[in-house]
């Protein structure tokens, strides 16, 4: 079973707009991050927060991690419709060994 | 640096046949993992290396082999190809996956496999 679970699935909007993505799982983690997927290519890795972090930013990314609530958020400030793509959680799970992702939000940012 | 390859970028096959995809790293990474990933889904991971001669299961290794000879080869192995096996298989490597800082927590991915099987 996946251990994290992206909310929403989709999500389409304006570029300049901010766009937010969820993401919650189920045991203590490590770390969580977060990967970015364009269409028919591979993963690419964006920002990692560790379990001890609140907030982290990386340019127009920043993340949020509230280990009580088991819950993760990613927001993406002044889009781009070079944003668009697929955004993936992912987190250690089974003796931090396996690093376990999430079904991912699609987004869309029109011009 | 090359990265992470990955061959053959397609594949068709019959049900029944084998195969093996390869992936390779040159950035000496210790640990390397397979994924497959299926329509409007994530990624799936299929068998995982912490080290050469280490390799252990992950979510879904039903139907697929691996082996770790050399850090920089983890080669996938399906023995009798299914169906349900179509996917894109993607491998992944990086320095390590805990207690390590930073990048090398970092999962590189290749640019994935796309298989058919008829």
């Known amino acids: 079973s996946q251990q994290g679970e992206e909310d929403p699935q989709a999500l389409s909007i304006q570029e300049g707009e901010n766009a937010t993505m969820n993401c919650s799982y189920k045991?203590?983690?490590?770390?969580l991050q977060w990967y970015r997927q364009n269409s028919g290519r591979g993963l690419v890795h964006l920002i990692l927060i560790r379990s001890n972090e609140r907030e982290k930013h990386s340019g127009r990314l920043r993340v949020t991690l509230d280990t009580s609530k088991k819950s993760s958020s990613l927001l993406i400030t002044a889009s781009r419709a070079a944003d668009t793509a697929s955004y993936f959680c992912?987190?250690?799970?089974?003796?931090?060994?396996?690093?376990?992702f999430g079904a991912g939000t699609r987004l869309a940012v029109h011009p | 640096n090359a990265g992470v390859t990955q061959t053959p970028k397609f594949q068709v096959l019959k049900t029944g046949q084998s195969m093996t995809l390869q992936c390779a790293q040159d950035m000496n990474h210790e640990y390397m993992s397979w994924y497959r990933q299926d329509p409007g889904m994530g990624l799936r991971l299929i068998h995982y290396?912490?080290?050469?001669?280490?390799?252990d299961q992950g979510e879904v290794p039903n139907g697929y082999n691996v082996s770790r000879s050399t850090t920089e080869d983890f080669p996938l192995r399906l023995l009798s190809a299914a169906p349900s096996q179509t996917s894109v298989y993607f491998c992944?490597?990086?320095?390590?996956?805990?207690?390590?800082?930073?990048?090398?927590?970092?999962?590189?991915f290749g640019p994935g496999t796309r298989l058919l099987v008829l």
């Open positions: 045991t203590s983690i490590n770390n």
């Open positions: 290396s912490v080290g050469a001669g280490i390799t």
């Open positions: 992912a987190t250690l799970s089974g003796g931090y060994n396996k690093l376990i």
């Open positions: 992944a490597s990086s320095y390590g996956l805990f207690g390590l800082a930073g990048a090398q927590e970092t999962q590189y």
